[in-house]
């Protein structure tokens, strides 16, 4: 296969002179794997959680071992999609060559003082689908397109946290559809709209922040309509910028989907 992956760790806290605590996460994409009821894609999203416990064996030396979480899928946009989930141990042993020169992240420039910023994200996707004839399930191996508008409002408690309320707007080209005579029926474009208010809270790291909400979401069809959760990867490209990747998971059942887009840190 070939491996897009993005590592990102740092110490949260030394437990001793010679032992440190931290975490790492990590998230790609790959593509070339064979095909099977796991992933039945060629393609597919990888997502791994670490929190890694270091002795700091010498200047230069660092053991570490890392109980860890490993997701693959490729985030419902082709059935079946069972998905792969692993728990394991890892090991590792790092050497630092110019421990004097190591380069450290830039601090962000916007002041502590500065405790409100305002977050507007442009997304979008795609997913498969599934519907029910009769009694019996479908799987809708086609690719039906999502889109969303977000604005977060976030207060600043300190240089990692943050917390506020979102603006939801969504568009799901899936949403309660139907099932005639072997024919899909679409309904109409309000029934494949949402507007939802959530909460969101989010932790700032070095270039990315890790964006996590819950919320209501309103709308004349049922599919879009209750309870979510959203789940965002911000990669800031400058100081206002960002890259976003996300994930919507509905209270329905099946009702989620990967959204890839931009947004503006104001």
């Known amino acids: 296969p070939v491996l897009i ?7 949260i806290a030394d437990l001793s002179d010679k032992v440190s605590i931290g975490y ?3 998230l ?3 593509y070339g794997w ?10 597919n999203i990888y997502i791994n959680v670490g929190i890694p416990v270091t002795w700091h064996i010498s200047h230069r030396w660092d053991l570490s071992l890392a109980p860890e979480y490993t997701h693959y899928s490729n985030g419902d946009t082709k059935f079946p999609n069972g998905g792969a989930n692993t728990v394991g141990c890892r090991i590792g042993l790092t050497a630092k060559f110019n421990e004097s020169q190591s380069v450290k992240a830039p601090e962000k420039t916007w002041s502590v003082k500065r405790r409100m910023s305002y977050d507007l994200t442009i997304s979008a996707g795609w997913r498969a689908d599934r519907t029910f004839d009769g009694g019996k399930l479908l799987m809708l191996n086609q ?18 946290l943050s917390a506020g309320g979102a603006l939801d707007l969504m568009y799901d080209s899936s949403a309660d559809l139907s099932i005639t005579d072997g024919q899909i029926a679409y309904p109409g474009t309000a029934s494949q709209l949402s507007a939802g208010i959530s909460a969101r809270g989010e932790l700032t790291m070095p270039f990315f922040s890790v964006n996590i909400g ?9 599919d879009l309509k209750g309870f979510y959760t959203t789940y965002a990867l911000k990669t800031f490209v400058t100081e206002h910028l960002f890259i976003n990747i996300g994930y919507r998971l509905g209270s329905r059942q099946y009702t989620h989907n990967l959204m890839f887009g931009m947004g503006i840190r104001l």
């Open 143 to 160: 690719p039906f397109i999502t889109s969303g508008l977000c604005f977060n409002p976030l207060y600043r408690f300190n240089r990692y």
């Open 24 to 26: 790492e996460w990590n």
């Open 214 to 222: 819950a919320g209501y979401g309103f709308s004349s069809g049922n």
């Open 28 to 30: 790609g994409a790959s």
């Open 34 to 43: 064979k095909i099977n009821d796991v992933v039945s894609s060629g393609w």
């Open 5 to 11: 992956y993005i590592y990102q760790g740092s110490r």
